[in-house]
């Protein structure tokens, strides 16, 4: 009977602890469940590739998270389709007010007007907790670059959004 | 009160898909990096292939030539090789300088895809209307790590044409694998912006523009001169200075 490789229990069990969470990151960007489990899973395929080193590292979930988010800014496929998708599905759809689900789909809709960058800039900074210098490493811009991107990014969210301005400062 | 980062905090941590509806199946990705292991070795195979052939015919050619009136016959043929070559001679060592990465597969260096180039371009489809073209820019040798051994510092250049188009510069590098095939070394390095580019060594200088947060997206502010440099493991903005833009005085 074949033993089972630690090094294979090692990866089997990150990737079904990080999976949901790399997803989530990269459909903020992509703003598409599918085309963001498939970055996931080609970020995962990565990471596998490199395991005996990735492995290894302190937060491996960083390095695919990464990969993640630098494909999903890159990724063009849907671009342009986005926004008529939305559109239709919005102009059929009839919601509460003031509940999660339509906080979704206004916050679904705001990210849709934003480029790709601005996005991850967001996702980077709100969902996973990272500083300007971490996001723009993310990103692979500059410092500066990157505080663009944020700051442009919110400023669009906060309008998109209806924050009253004694709060959107 | 709550700051519009709470806000916009709590708006998104509570948006997007459910984190429980993501489940993924592990073995469809081990499946894929085993197909990519695959076509690496088939293709280290085939070059390898390819080097013994041609060895083959070097010592074929070699032969021939030093006995010209030898019938080409099996039975005639020596039957030890002349003293004058080595019966067991060290292969040569590969040389990233004999990889050819104009034809060349390389992942996630346009629209996170995969390109494989020939002659020095790939056409990557996208919709009917739009395309990326992958084209590969200068190449430059040096130690890169410190071993001993030269390893490429290399352009390419994805550029999306459609309504709208515009390019990204890739700096990658790579050495020579232990299978005699290009490897990766370190993180590439991706350059939006750009306007023209030259590498020397490990350091690629980058003219590009720069756009001041507050102003319209439609004009650069200002335009610089970088120069990336190439730390063994991932490149390094080594300085930026800024130049004049073209019609400013």
């Not at chain 1, 919601?95 to 849709?112: H, K």
């Not at chain 1, 663009?148 to 009253?164: D, K």
């Not at chain 2, 020939?118 to 489809?125: M, V």
Request: hydrophobic share 40%; proline share 5%; aromatic share 6%.
């Amino acid at each position: 009977m074949r033993r089972a490789n630690p090094a294979t229990l090692d990866f089997d069990r990150f990737f079904a602890e990080e999976f949901p969470a790399i997803v989530r990151a990269a459909w903020f960007v992509v703003l598409d469940t599918e085309v963001a489990k498939e970055i996931a899973q080609e970020a995962f395929c990565r990471a596998l590739q490199r395991w005996d080193r990735i492995g290894h590292y302190d937060r491996p979930g960083a390095w695919v998270r990464t990969v993640a988010i630098r494909l999903a800014v890159r990724s063009r496929d849907r671009q342009r389709r986005e926004r008529s998708v939305v559109e239709s599905g919005m102009a059929g759809h009839s919601v509460d007010l003031d509940t999660p689900e339509l906080d979704n789909i206004v916050l679904e809709a705001a990210l849709r007007d934003l480029p790709r960058q601005q996005r991850a800039a967001l996702v980077l900074r709100y969902l996973c907790d990272l500083d300007v210098a971490e996001l723009a490493g993310v990103i692979g811009c500059k410092p500066s670059t990157a505080r663009v991107h944020l700051h442009r990014g919110r400023n669009a969210l906060a309008q998109s959004i209806g924050v009253p301005d004694d709060i959107a400062r | 009160m709550t700051s519009l980062d709470d806000r916009l905090r709590d708006l998104i941590r509570s948006g997007g898909p459910d984190a429980g509806s993501l489940r993924g199946d592990v073995t469809e990705v081990r499946a894929r990096a085993r197909r990519r292991t695959l076509r690496r070795r088939a293709a280290v195979g085939a070059l390898g292939t390819v080097m013994v052939v041609l060895g083959a015919a070097g010592v074929v050619w070699a032969g021939a030539s030093s006995a010209p009136n030898v019938v080409s016959d099996d039975t005639t043929l020596p039957q030890s090789p002349p003293s004058t070559v080595p019966t067991t001679t060290a292969p040569p060592r590969p040389s990233i300088r004999d990889v050819d990465f104009g034809d060349m597969t390389y992942d996630l260096v346009c629209d996170g895809r995969a390109a494989t180039l020939t002659d020095g371009i790939a056409r990557l489809p996208d919709t009917a209307e739009s395309h990326f073209d992958v084209t590969l820019g200068a190449v430059s040798y040096a130690d890169a790590e410190g071993d001993g051994d030269e390893d490429a510092l290399v352009l390419l250049q994805c550029t999306f044409i459609g309504a709208e188009t515009d390019s990204t510069l890739q700096l990658r590098v790579y050495g020579m694998g232990s299978g005699g095939e290009a490897s990766l070394i370190g993180s590439p390095q991706d350059l939006e912006n750009y306007q023209n580019s030259s590498v020397e060594g490990m350091t690629a200088t980058v003219v590009v523009d720069q756009y001041a947060g507050g102003v319209p997206d439609c004009c650069p502010t200002s335009r610089a001169r970088e120069v990336w440099r190439f730390d063994g493991s991932a490149f390094v903005l080594e300085s930026s200075t800024q130049i004049p833009q073209p019609g400013t005085s």
